[in-house]
């Protein structure tokens, strides 16, 4: 619990899914914690199929169950990817199945506004001091602790001040971290179908010959939801597509393996953008999911990463041990040195694949679809290459 009147242990800027996830953990940790986002956070009525969807992966899932959330997810609307089949630009496979690696799933596939309802009545019942509608205006420091202002003129007092406030985060700048996301030139432009056959489970992915990404995902039922990594003029012609012409496109850039699609959403697009910082900690200060890196979502892994930090920072400070003051600089660089290694790993896979895949060069495509058939004939490599998108 806070150790002075007025002054919490954490407050945490941002309450998208990583900062509601961090909250709770926290907070069931016994910290005193404070979440502040600019958002009304209501829970959204759940009706149709959200175009917003996540590929949480076993380890992710994991720690949503231990924090009570990942049980509140209505089961129905939750998918198993079971199987994954990867396409090169010039025909070479490579296949991922849970049944060979010991799984259960690859990952499930949860829409954003379930995750999000789960999330946030679980930061409530761990007694998380939610404050909805609030805008950052001031950040400041003293030795002992942070104090974020907004434009309201309330103000919250933790001895630690965590930035979960997405990809353009003002806390980064704020705390005179300067480094800027790199665009990637393209959009994911997501969209659900209905389709003819059905998917048994199974994801499909295709690398093309544009540079750009699309996924099939599997949602329960004969539906799939797709995210289209495309170069940023094919992102905008498929938005302005009719319905109609966007699935045919869709099912025929796929081969039209699940049949026949039909739209049940209208298609929306999202900036793909690349973040990497020289760190994510400083002075009472620390930055957790797409504020401290971003990541290609062709491996579906960014809010999986940032889980990871808020999984790790909660391991940490509830592990302090004599030490009570949760802003201590000796937990901070913990923390960094905890998440440093696999936030490395995942940018530099992803950002490897997108820069790969997105290269014209004839010699540079035969070794890449090389390299896939290489390594979906050596079970090692593969078993290799999927632990860190399965944990
Ligand atoms: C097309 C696409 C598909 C993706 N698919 C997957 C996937 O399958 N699996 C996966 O793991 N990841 C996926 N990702 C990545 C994932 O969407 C992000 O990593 C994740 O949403 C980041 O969550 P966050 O909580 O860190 O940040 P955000 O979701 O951006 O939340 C930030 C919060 O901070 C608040 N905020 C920001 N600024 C202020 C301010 N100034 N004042 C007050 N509040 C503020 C915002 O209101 C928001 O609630 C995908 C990304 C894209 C673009």
């Keep these: 619990m806070s150790d002075r009147a007025g002054v919490g ?13 961090l909250a709770t953990a926290l907070a069931r940790a016994g910290l005193a914690v404070t979440l502040v986002d600019r958002a009304p956070l209501a829970a959204a009525q759940i009706d149709g199929w959200d175009v917003r969807i996540y590929a949480i992966s076993p380890g992710s899932a994991s720690f949503l169950q231990a924090i009570g959330a990942w049980q ?6 939750i998918a198993a990817i079971e199987s994954m089949r990867v396409e090169g630009d010039a025909g070479a496979t490579l296949s991922f199945s849970a049944y060979e690696l010991g799984e259960r799933a690859l ?5 954003e506004r379930a995750l999000r309802a789960a999330l946030l009545l679980q930061a409530h019942t761990a007694g998380v001091d939610v404050v909805a509608s609030g805008r950052f205006s001031k950040l400041a420091w003293s030795a002992g602790e942070g104090t974020l202002s907004l434009e309201d003129g309330r103000s919250y007092s933790g001895r630690l001040v965590v930035g979960a406030d997405g990809i353009h985060s003002w806390v980064r700048k704020a705390a005179g971290i300067l480094t800027e996301p790199r665009d990637y030139g393209q959009q ?16 499909r992915q295709w690398f093309r010959a544009d540079g750009g990404v699309l996924a099939w995902l599997p949602l329960p039922g004969r539906r799939i939801s797709i995210v289209w990594s495309a170069p940023d003029a094919l992102a905008r012609e498929l938005l302005a597509l009719p319905a109609a012409e966007l699935s045919a496109r869709v099912a025929a850039e796929g081969d039209s393996a699940l049949g026949a699609l039909t739209p049940l959403t209208p298609a929306a697009a999202f900036p793909l953008r690349s973040l990497r910082l020289p760190t ?5 200060m620390a930055l957790v999911g797409d504020a401290a890196h971003g990541v290609h979502p062709l491996a579906g892994q ?7 930090d808020a999984q790790a920072m909660a391991m940490v400070l509830a592990e302090r041990g004599p030490v009570s003051d949760a802003g201590a600089p000796i937990l901070l660089e913990r923390f960094a040195r905890r998440r440093a290694e696999p936030v490395l790993a995942m940018h530099t896979l992803t950002d490897g694949l997108a820069r790969m895949f997105g290269a014209r060069t004839p010699w540079l495509r035969k070794l890449r679809n090389a390299g896939l058939s290489a390594v979906d004939s050596v079970p090692i490599i593969k078993r290799a290459l999927a632990q860190p998108a399965l944990r």
């Excluded at 990952?107 to 829409?111: C, D, L």
């Design 9 to 21: 242990d954490v407050v945490i800027a941002g309450a998208g899914l990583v900062g509601l996830a």
């Design 72 to 77: 509140g997810l209505p089961c129905e609307r």
């Design 107 to 111: 990952a499930w596939i949860v829409e």
């Design 188 to 203: 994911g432009v997501v969209a659900n179908f209905e389709c003819e056959r059905a998917h048994h489970g199974c994801a």
């Design 280 to 284: 994510s900690v400083a002075h009472r």
């Design 302 to 308: 960014g809010v999986n990463l940032g889980f990871g």
